[in-house]
């Protein structure tokens, strides 16, 4: 009777996993804070300030979009 070991291959994959989808977190929540700091820091401006840096206050969100995935290919 013949056995077969599998139990490395699976370890291997399951190790896999688990590290390909704590790294896609740690993306998220890297591109999440660089979302919220932009976010903040450009609601907190006045619409004289947004206006001179020519800014509608609707962009924001898409600016924020913006910054994070920048952030996000430079690492």
Do not use: P
């Amino acid at each position: 009777m013949a056995f077969i070991n599998t139990a490395g291959k699976r370890d291997g994959a399951l190790a896999r996993l688990l590290h390909t989808t704590l790294d896609a977190l740690r993306e998220r929540r890297a591109y999440n804070a660089v979302y919220r700091q932009t976010w903040r820091e450009l609601s907190a401006l006045s619409e004289r300030e947004l206006a001179d840096l020519g800014i509608a206050r609707s962009e924001i969100g898409a600016l924020s979009q913006e910054a994070a995935a920048r952030a996000l290919h430079r690492r």
